[in-house]
């Protein structure tokens, strides 16, 4: 198992968390699993940015990302060098440190139409 640090997110994990997840799982099936509700508006397929995280530690040990998340991502609120979709990105077994944004763009959720 390895270790994900989540640090402390307003509405989603005031306290921060401490989880553990099987490597191969997805960060954001970590969470979710762990009761940390972050938005997947697309269930998970890679279509939308909801899920994006910044991985503060242990960036390095994720797999690459494929050129269809770096695309999504280039629409991410607050993208950093170190952001992932956390529905793509896989843990590996190499601990994690991972920040929620405080903000992320869901046209349905804020009532914007496509």
Same mark, same amino acid.
């Given at each position: 198992?390895?270790?994900? %640090?989540?640090?402390?997110?307003?509405?989603?994990?005031?306290?921060?968390?401490?989880?553990?997840?099987?490597?191969?799982?997805? %960060?954001?099936?970590?969470?979710?699993?762990?009761? %940390?509700?972050?938005?997947?508006?697309?269930?998970?397929?890679?279509?939308?940015?909801?899920?994006?995280?910044?991985?503060?530690?242990?960036?390095?040990?994720?797999?690459?990302?494929?050129?269809?998340?770096?695309?999504?991502?280039?629409?991410?609120?607050?993208?950093?060098?170190?952001?992932?979709?956390?529905?793509?990105?896989?843990?590996?077994?190499?601990?994690?440190?991972?920040?929620?944004?405080?903000?992320? %763009?869901?046209?349905?959720?804020?009532?914007?139409?496509?």
């Amino acid at each position: 198992m390895t270790q994900i %640090i989540i640090l402390p997110h307003e509405e989603l994990c005031p306290k921060g968390a401490l989880i553990e997840a099987t490597p191969g799982t997805s %960060i954001c099936d970590a969470l979710l699993e762990h009761d %940390i509700d972050i938005e997947h508006a697309c269930e998970k397929s890679c279509a939308c940015t909801t899920c994006h995280v910044i991985v503060r530690e242990g960036f390095r040990s994720l797999e690459e990302a494929t050129e269809l998340e770096e695309d999504m991502l280039d629409k991410a609120w607050g993208l950093e060098p170190n952001s992932r979709l956390s529905c793509q990105a896989k843990v590996a077994d190499v601990p994690l440190v991972v920040e929620i944004p405080k903000y992320s %763009i869901n046209m349905t959720k804020e009532g914007h139409s496509k």
